[in-house]
């Protein structure tokens, strides 16, 4: 099934309470790239007889010399990382009784070689538990692929699962009810979701805060060519679909950083601020280039890296360092730190710097620090600028929240009726961006004609561009409004 409890609700433990029935051991645990250490911790603690091991390369080794002696030569417990599994697979299958996929939405991408992969596993071992508080991160359609690696055809197939409840391409499938499809879920016996009011487990509050910031306009002059020219890829008819797919890519790639970077210099200052009030941050973003501003703005405070661009033993040394209070602000990729635990007892506020397209990646984050063991309330604040891609993001992610909420909380939201969906949202990005640009132009243009006309002798005798000649005095336009919603963080 899919155990899908709140964040920090305590998944780990309930599958190791699963792990100590023998029928299912040996047992796979597969889990992310920087988590099978605290996995290993964990077993330790909760089930200290099971006999563990954490593969260690990508390609297949002789298990029995890490087996317990005199018993199975086997190790009750191989923990894997996905980035590993593709090479494992096949051996894995021939002798585990089960798996369990820790933050299962990693299986979201049916097109994937891990997703190939575990595919294998799964249809080799009898007992199969999923686990995540966010197993979908975009489109409600991919809760198909996370089921299928849990238990395959208990939905039919993808085009019986598509007639039946959603919209959309595949790549951007909308679940039309998603309430009624997570209803669906927990009667089937596919998903148990407990909440803390359910278990009378409640933390104090988290308090999520959209705050805007400032913008240096040279980040977005330093792309403007290169996003102008990729938007008008895009838009073209006559662009091949391959060509389509990467200026679509690379579009979002520029607009994104320029933004992040555009923004950069005002997070961090906004984060010297909270330090200096003596909190300690978890401080949230996306690009390395952006990673590099923030350490130079924030020079004089201790700061850790856990991000892509760290080993996982350098993740494990940043993260002891905020612990122990020898780093103040902890610098995470978005992406790095699901299910990651120990942050709880050292932050209450958290800066997400640059946004995600998906909103299940947001809670993870936050959930890093709210989460059992928090004794304070929490504040996240939301860093978002009015230019750039950030308002396009906040629409998508508006969208794609209701649908997370509706397959997992089916009890405590209505039905969504009429959801309607962009299929090509960066196209929309890209249009309204070449939009922005040309009202921009044209402002410029307004202005300095303007500018001409007031050195006449009195305001009547100002002109109106157009040529007319019924001294009114000029109204410039502004550039086009970007449609501009904070409903995600209500």
Same mark, same amino acid.
């Given at each position: 099934?899919?155990?899908?409890?709140?964040?920090?609700?305590?998944?780990?433990?309930?599958?190791?309470?699963?792990?100590?029935?023998?029928?299912?051991?040996?047992?796979?645990?597969?889990?992310?790239?920087?988590?099978?250490?605290?996995?290993?911790?964990?077993?330790?603690?909760?089930?200290?007889?099971?006999?563990?091991?954490?593969?260690?390369?990508?390609?297949?080794?002789?298990?029995?010399?890490?087996?317990?002696?005199?018993?199975?030569?086997?190790?009750?417990?191989?923990?894997?990382?996905?980035?590993? @599994?593709?090479?494992?697979?096949?051996?894995?299958?021939?002798?585990?009784? /089960?798996?369990?996929?820790?933050?299962?939405?990693?299986?979201?991408?049916?097109?994937?070689?891990? &997703?190939?992969?575990?595919?294998? @596993?799964?249809?080799?071992?009898?007992?199969?538990?999923?686990?995540?508080?966010?197993?979908?991160?975009? &489109?409600?359609?991919?809760?198909?692929?996370?089921?299928?690696?849990?238990?395959?055809?208990?939905?039919?197939?993808?085009?019986?699962?598509?007639?039946?409840?959603?919209?959309?391409?595949?790549?951007?499938?909308?679940?039309?009810?998603?309430?009624?499809?997570?209803?669906?879920?927990?009667?089937?016996?596919?998903? @148990?979701?407990?909440?803390?009011?359910?278990?009378?487990?409640?933390?104090?509050?988290? &308090?999520?805060?959209?705050?805007?910031?400032?913008?240096?306009?040279?980040?977005?002059?330093?792309?403007?060519?290169?996003?102008?020219?990729?938007?008008? $890829?895009?838009?073209? /008819?006559?662009?091949? +679909?391959?060509?389509?797919?990467?200026?679509?890519?690379?579009?979002?790639?520029?607009?994104?950083?320029?933004?992040?970077?555009?923004?950069?210099?005002?997070?961090?200052?906004?984060?010297?601020?909270?330090?200096?009030?003596?909190?300690?941050?978890?401080?949230?973003?996306?690009?390395?280039?952006?990673?590099?501003?923030?350490?130079?703005?924030?020079?004089?405070?201790?700061?850790?890296?856990?991000?892509? $661009?760290?080993?996982?033993?350098?993740?494990?040394?940043?993260?002891?360092?905020?612990?122990?209070?020898?780093?103040?602000?902890?610098?995470?990729?978005?992406?790095?730190? !699901?299910?990651?635990?120990?942050?709880?007892?050292?932050?209450?506020?958290?800066?997400?710097?640059?946004?995600?397209? /998906?909103?299940?990646?947001?809670?993870?984050?936050?959930?890093?620090?709210?989460?059992?063991?928090?004794?304070?309330?929490?504040?996240?604040?939301?860093? =978002?600028?009015?230019?750039?891609?950030?308002?396009?993001?906040?629409?998508?992610?508006?969208?794609?929240?209701?649908?997370?909420?509706?397959?997992? +909380?089916?009890?405590?939201?209505?039905?969504?009726?009429?959801?309607?969906?962009?299929?090509?949202?960066?196209?929309?990005? !890209?249009?309204? &961006?070449?939009?922005?640009?040309?009202?921009?132009?044209?402002?410029?243009?307004?202005?300095?004609?303007?500018?001409?006309? /007031?050195?006449?002798?009195?305001?009547?005798? =100002?002109?109106?561009?157009?040529?007319? +000649?019924? +001294?009114?005095?000029?109204?410039?336009?502004?550039?086009?409004?970007?449609?501009?919603?904070?409903?995600?963080?209500?």
């Amino acid at each position: 099934m899919l155990l899908a409890d709140e964040v920090g609700l305590g998944k780990t433990i309930s599958a190791i309470a699963a792990l100590v029935d023998p029928r299912v051991r040996p047992c796979v645990y597969v889990t992310l790239t920087h988590l099978p250490r605290q996995v290993k911790s964990m077993i330790g603690r909760f089930a200290p007889h099971l006999d563990t091991h954490v593969i260690r390369s990508g390609q297949p080794y002789d298990l029995t010399k890490h087996g317990r002696k005199g018993g199975y030569p086997i190790p009750d417990v191989l923990i894997i990382s996905y980035s590993k @599994l593709t090479g494992w697979a096949e051996t894995l299958a021939k002798f585990a009784k /089960s798996v369990v996929w820790d933050e299962v939405q990693e299986l979201r991408r049916a097109d994937s070689n891990r &997703y190939q992969a575990a595919r294998i @596993l799964t249809e080799a071992v009898p007992f199969r538990l999923g686990m995540s508080a966010t197993p979908i991160y975009n &489109y409600g359609g991919e809760i198909f692929n996370v089921l299928e690696a849990i238990a395959p055809d208990v939905l039919g197939s993808w085009e019986e699962f598509h007639t039946e409840w959603c919209s959309g391409t595949r790549e951007k499938a909308v679940v039309r009810d998603a309430a009624a499809f997570g209803n669906y879920m927990k009667e089937a016996g596919l998903m @148990l979701r407990r909440t803390r009011t359910e278990v009378k487990r409640e933390l104090p509050p988290c &308090y999520s805060s959209p705050q805007i910031v400032d913008t240096d306009p040279k980040a977005f002059d330093d792309v403007s060519d290169a996003c102008a020219a990729l938007a008008t $890829q895009l838009l073209e /008819s006559t662009t091949a +679909n391959f060509d389509k797919m990467r200026a679509a890519q690379d579009f979002d790639w520029h607009l994104r950083q320029a933004t992040g970077i555009a923004k950069a210099v005002y997070v961090a200052e906004f984060v010297k601020l909270i330090v200096e009030s003596g909190e300690k941050v978890v401080l949230y973003g996306w690009h390395h280039t952006v990673y590099d501003i923030w350490r130079d703005c924030l020079k004089d405070i201790p700061v850790a890296m856990y991000t892509g $661009q760290e080993s996982a033993s350098q993740k494990e040394a940043a993260k002891a360092a905020f612990i122990s209070g020898d780093a103040k602000v902890p610098i995470m990729s978005l992406r790095s730190g !699901a299910g990651l635990d120990g942050l709880q007892g050292s932050s209450r506020v958290i800066v997400i710097g640059e946004l995600d397209w /998906s909103p299940g990646v947001h809670e993870q984050a936050i959930g890093r620090v709210w989460r059992d063991g928090q004794e304070n309330s929490v504040s996240a604040y939301f860093m =978002v600028s009015t230019e750039g891609s950030d308002p396009f993001m906040v629409e998508a992610l508006d969208l794609k929240e209701r649908q997370i909420d509706g397959l997992r +909380n089916p009890d405590q939201i209505g039905p969504i009726e009429r959801l309607q969906i962009d299929p090509e949202r960066i196209k929309e990005m !890209a249009r309204r &961006y070449l939009n922005r640009k040309a009202g921009n132009a044209e402002d410029r243009e307004l202005s300095d004609s303007a500018e001409s006309a /007031s050195s006449a002798d009195s305001i009547s005798d =100002v002109r109106d561009v157009s040529g007319d +000649n019924d +001294n009114d005095i000029v109204a410039l336009p502004t550039a086009p409004a970007v449609p501009y919603t904070l409903s995600l963080f209500d």
